[in-house]
T-cell receptor, first 114, second 116 residues
């Protein structure tokens, strides 16, 4: 069964600090891995998308890494801002039946305090 | 200039009723999706359509019937609503003809459905 596990479940940090969120997956056959940011009451917004051959991708202060051998990904947030307070969701897609079926993690809830 | 829009934003109804949620995208994308987010914020894909053709149908009860009149619209009709259908439903779209591929997906604002 395809699964995506995220840790920690929640995280509180001070503004300006860095943090790293983790994602472990057992999805086969692996196609791509995405990180989304979801603000309360809104739809998810894509941060990064990585395929098997990519091991790092950045989007501003967000940097995602992928280790396809250990089936782990991380999302590093640099110099956090209050607006980074949100849920961060890891999604891993398996290539099946001519399309790509996503499996979602339960998200990490990040709170940035001033 | 909203990219992906959904109506209504909130929907409160009683068990046994039939309701529809509408989704429209003005991005010119070929593929559209419906996702369900439960009370624990867990997202799960329900359907995907590419240019009016059903591509993904992930173990969703047949009380849920998506309808795509054209590639810019994907509506979700739900018959005989149950308490467990209470959730936030998100519509999304992506450019690629291959559902769930490497293209970025753009999500709508969500429709919060409450069944009483």
């Amino acid at each position: 069964k395809n699964q995506v596990e995220q840790s920690p479940q929640s995280l509180i940090i001070l503004e300006g600090k860095n943090c790293t969120l983790q994602c472990n997956y057992t999805v086969s056959p692996f196609s791509n891995l995405r990180w989304y940011k979801q603000d309360t009451g809104r739809g998810p917004v894509s941060l990064t998308i990585m395929t098997f051959s990519e091991n790092t991708k950045s989007n501003g202060r967000y940097t995602a890494t992928l280790d396809a051998d250990t089936k782990q990904s991380s999302l590093h947030i640099t110099a956090s801002q209050l607006s980074d307070s949100a849920s961060y969701i890891c999604v891993v897609s398996a290539g099946l039946r001519g399309s790509y079926i996503p499996t979602f993690g339960r998200g990490t809830s990040l709170i940035v305090h001033p | 200039d909203t990219a992906v829009s959904q109506t209504p934003k909130y929907l409160v109804t009683q068990m046994g009723n039939d309701k529809s949620i509408k989704c429209e995208q003005n991005l010119g994308h070929d593929t559209m999706y419906w996702y369900k987010q439960d009370s624990k914020k867990f997202l799960k894909i329900m359907f995907s359509y590419n240019n009016k053709e059903l591509i993904i149908n992930e173990t969703v009860p047949n009380r849920f019937s998506p309808k795509s009149p054209d590639k810019a619209h994907l509506n979700l009709h739900i018959n005989s609503l149950e308490l467990g259908d209470s959730a936030v439903y998100f519509c999304a779209s992506s450019l690629s003809k291959i559902a769930g591929g490497e293209d970025e997906q753009y999500f709508g604002p969500g429709t919060r459905l409450t069944v009483t």
